[in-house]
């Protein structure tokens, strides 16, 4: 008997040893080919951006081969046993989601391409080939939905306890997914929208709402000029143009504006053409830049686009540069002083607008040529998409479902594709100047007190200080406001609006630790809160807005905020207790 024991016990442990050495090889061909691998995607997304359909190919075959194999080496039934082993089991799991995802990410691989090569490829004098577009659709969205499921496997992996270099691998794995998802997301929301808002399925018009943030509103600045585009089959032209003074203000609301909006930002917001992106409801701005332009001249736009100087500047990377009527070149290192700066020191209000205006017009008239490549000019204007300077609205419901999904649907899409945990900061000009360009902000949001009831406090501290020049009542009364408002002329006077995540509840506001009587509403679901500031120069200020927030959105706090001139120093912390304040 003893025999047959030991017999027994030596082919379990040649067994063991067998399998062990299995599993260590199939261990080292899947990190040999997750090792060649990952470096292949980063290639794969590089050649994807420039539109390199060559340079793709061997890439993508590359990548397919390799992902097919490293699947299939975890899909064998040692490695799946093993995943059950304490101590190894997370790290093997890991491998093979990685290698399966990587698999995922080849596949979908090609409706990226189709995407840019519609993008790349069109006739002279045409933006793209919207029915080229129109009819990869079906792949490209496929492709964004699968490289969303990815992504969701990677990041639901647990690191803690993996080996490094595992751990690594998922990492760069995860690095790669977070580069790829938002371009396959813009794919497929580009893919549904431009065939028909490009005119592929009949004549379309586009009005250019061009915001200037030398005076703050929520979605960037005062709506100073507007522009008229045509769209058929991919091919734009101009066709009208005007700015803010051919638009009266009105003693009643253009359209209806909802209660809590007239609450945190006034009730001028459908008064005042200038006031246009004052909501952050990028809905309603686009139904109040189209009724005014429909008032003005009899034509209803399709579709809305605000956008800034940064936007120009953002194509004049790509357009090269352009000369006004004046005979000024305006180029990208010169346009933002151009525009936001040097006007205010030494033109006229009427000056200062033609400029404006002449800007707009040289740069839209150059992108509306088609002599630009496409994907060009969507690469451009990446980095002022997400810092909220494009904004679009579509009066086709198809289409405005896409946008209002996305983070070019306006501010309050914006915060409501950044997470659930997402706060943001509105700034709203008190002055009737052009000061913003003094202006500095810092914000940092705070975990302060978690509670037994499932809540927690979260305090958004906005801080902000004017760098104004003590002489800086001197200039016009265009940029200084004139004191016209109530604002101390130079001082920079500002209404702050906070807007905390869906279902959550406002606390207590402070300025310079003081209780202030802010006004307070919930709006479309949120908690809001304003307070009014002024700053003479050199002065600083604090702002203090507490919020009750869900301790699960509380994990995973984000701060967006309204486009500024000067960028904005955001800080994230704090950590509940131990034990919960009861």
Not at 171 to 196: F, I, K, N, Q, Y
Not at 268 to 292: H, I, K
Not at 507 to 521: C, D, F, H, I
Request: aromatic share 4%; proline share 5%; glycine share 10%.
């Amino acid at each position: 008997m003893r025999r047959w024991i030991l017999v027994g016990s030596a082919a379990i442990g040649l067994l063991v040893v067998v399998c062990t050495g299995w599993l260590g090889w199939r261990v080292w061909t899947v990190a040999s080919e997750l090792d060649a691998l990952v470096p292949l995607a980063g290639q794969a997304r590089t050649a994807l951006e420039n539109g390199d359909g060559a340079a793709f190919a061997p890439v993508a075959e590359a990548l397919a081969e390799g992902a097919a194999r490293a699947s299939s080496a975890t899909a064998d039934p040692v490695w799946r046993a093993a995943e059950a082993l304490p101590g190894v089991g997370e790290n093997l799991v890991a491998a093979r989601v990685v290698a399966d995802e990587l698999e995922r990410v080849a596949a979908a691989a090609p409706g990226l391409v189709g995407f840019a090569e519609s993008m790349g490829h069109r006739e002279p004098g045409t933006l793209l080939d919207t029915a080229a577009l129109a009819a990869d659709a079906p792949m490209i969205e496929e492709s964004a939905r699968s490289l969303a499921a990815a992504h969701r496997a990677v990041h639901g992996l647990a690191t803690d306890s993996l080996l490094s270099p595992v751990e690594k691998g998922v990492g760069r794995m995860r690095d790669v997914l977070d580069t790829l998802l938002p371009l396959s997301e813009t794919a497929a929301g580009a893919a549904r929208v431009l065939p028909s808002a490009l005119g592929g399925n009949g004549e379309r018009t586009i009005l250019l709402m061009v915001q200037n943030p030398a005076e703050l509103r929520t979605g960037g600045g005062i709506s100073g000029t507007f522009v008229e585009l045509r769209a058929e089959a991919g091919r734009l032209s101009l066709t009208g143009q005007s700015d803010s003074s051919a638009f009266a203000r009105r003693d009643t609301p253009l359209v209806d504006v909802p209660t809590a909006t007239t609450a945190l930002f006034g009730d001028g917001v459908a008064r005042y053409v200038q006031n246009a992106s004052m909501t952050p409801d990028f809905a309603l701005s686009g139904e109040l830049a189209s009724s005014w332009w429909t008032g003005l001249t009899g034509r209803r736009p399709d579709m809305v686009i605000a956008v800034d100087p940064y936007v120009l500047q953002a194509l004049l990377t790509v357009t090269g540069p352009v000369v006004l009527e004046s005979g000024e070149s305006l180029d990208a290192a010169n346009v933002l002083d151009a525009l936001l700066v040097q006007p205010y020191v030494s033109m006229s209000s009427d000056e200062q607008t033609e400029l404006f205006s002449s800007a707009v017009e040289a740069v839209f008239s150059r992108v509306a040529e088609g002599s630009i490549d496409a994907v060009a000019l969507v690469r451009a204007v990446e980095q002022t998409a997400v810092d909220g300077r494009i904004s679009v609205w579509s009066r086709h419901t198809d289409e405005q479902e896409v946008l209002e999904a996305s983070p070019i649907g306006g501010p309050m899409a914006r915060q409501d594709t950044a997470g659930r945990g997402a706060f943001a900061v509105y700034f709203n000009d008190a002055t009737g100047g052009k000061l913003a360009g003094f202006l500095d902000v810092a914000i940092d949001a705070q975990r302060v007190e978690c509670r037994s009831d499932g809540l927690t406090d979260i305090a958004v501290t906005v801080t902000m200080g004017s760098h104004a020049p003590l002489d800086v009542g001197s200039l016009p009364v265009s940029v200084t406001g004139g004191g016209l408002f109530g604002v101390g002329v130079g001082d920079i006077g500002t209404n702050v609006t906070v807007a905390a995540p869906v279902g959550s509840f406002v606390g207590a506001v402070q300025v310079k630790g003081e209780p202030y009587p802010a006004t307070t509403a919930i709006d479309a679901g949120r908690a809001a809160s304003t307070a009014r500031v002024n700053l003479s120069p050199g002065e600083v200020n604090e702002l203090k807005f507490h919020f009750l927030v869900d301790g699960d959105d509380a994990e995973s706090i984000t701060v967006l905020h309204t486009p500024l001139m000067n960028p904005a120093v955001i800080t994230v912390g704090g950590a509940c207790s131990a034990e919960p304040t009861p």
